[in-house]
């Protein structure tokens, strides 16, 4: 959703927010595959880093993988929902749960408020990283069994934890939930490589750091006023640019549109959109 703004933007300095803003996700993936020690993340670069404004919406992402980032946004939004004021700077957040905005367990998702360098009770923007992790428990290795029935036996589900605490990494309550809590069901084991994963998640707490390392920067260099002005512009912008390429089908092709596709089983998958040119808006039913 758009946000109010005090005046039209600047086309120059809008382009350069927007790829500033950009280069801050690209930074934060770099640092992460550089400093992970997984093939997961590593080499295979299954990874997403993301920068977000104070109201949990995506402001700027880098090309990593589209269905960490089209769900990011509602895992940090749930954190800010949970934790509200409790949320502290230095303190770092965990979750991996599909009901807190996660996709499957083994994604684990690193979250970190970013405060104003005048007001440290003011959260200004988040970072946010999601890497998929070899291992973390349940019924078998890799952590996605196709014979699961439950969540339990697909590993250690983590609807909120702060891994970081005002600084302070808890490394006690991180085992607790890899390996405690998500071993103590029938069949299930916990994390295999907890090393390997926790090597991986300082990593992804090291990458949210370095964004907000630039972020700060940022802050330095156009006053804090002007960079938020920016980010809303930059949103309201994506808005409308979607808005009018609905417009745009909806003129060549029509304001109904379907498509069908099957499973490797033959069953179908159909989706429906309606588009509303006037709005320049559209409803996605899949039946």
């Not at 770099?30 to 997403?48: F, G, H, P, V, W």
């Not at 002007?226 to 390429?245: D, G, P």
Request: overall charge negative; glycine content about 8%.
């Amino acid at each position: 959703m758009s946000a109010p703004v005090k005046s039209q933007p600047d086309p120059i300095l809008l382009t350069l927010f927007a790829n500033r803003f950009m280069s801050v996700a690209e930074a934060m993936g770099r640092a992460l595959q550089q400093t992970s020690i997984s093939t997961n993340i590593k080499e295979r670069l299954d990874y997403s880093c993301a920068l977000f404004a104070p109201d949990g919406d995506l402001v700027a992402n880098a090309p990593f993988i589209p269905i960490h980032l089209g769900s990011m946004s509602f895992a940090v939004k749930y954190q800010m929902n949970l934790l509200g004021n409790d949320l502290k700077n230095g303190d770092v957040i965990m979750t991996n749960s599909p009901r807190a905005g996660g996709s499957h367990l083994p994604d684990i998702t690193i979250i970190t408020p970013v405060f104003s360098p005048t007001d440290p009770t003011k959260i200004i923007f988040f970072t946010a990283s999601r890497g998929h992790h070899a291992d973390i428990g349940g019924i078998l290795p890799g952590s996605m069994p196709p014979t699961s029935v439950n969540i339990f036996e697909e590993g250690a589900e983590i609807v909120s934890f702060k891994i970081v605490k005002e600084g302070v990494f808890d490394r006690d309550g991180m085992l607790e939930y890899l390996v405690e809590r998500s071993g103590k069901y029938p069949g299930c084991s916990g994390c295999r490589n907890v090393r390997d994963v926790e090597s991986d998640l300082k990593a992804q707490i090291a990458a949210n750091h370095k964004g907000i390392g630039l972020i700060h920067a940022l802050i330095s260099e156009y006053k804090l006023e002007t960079v938020q002005e920016y980010m809303y512009h930059i949103r309201n912008n994506a808005e409308q640019s979607v808005r009018n390429l609905l417009r745009d089908v909806a003129e060549r092709r029509g304001t109904s549109l379907s498509a069908r596709d099957y499973l490797d089983d033959g069953s179908p998958i159909q989706v429906q959109v309606e588009i509303n040119p006037d709005k320049g808006s559209a409803t996605i039913d899949f039946q």
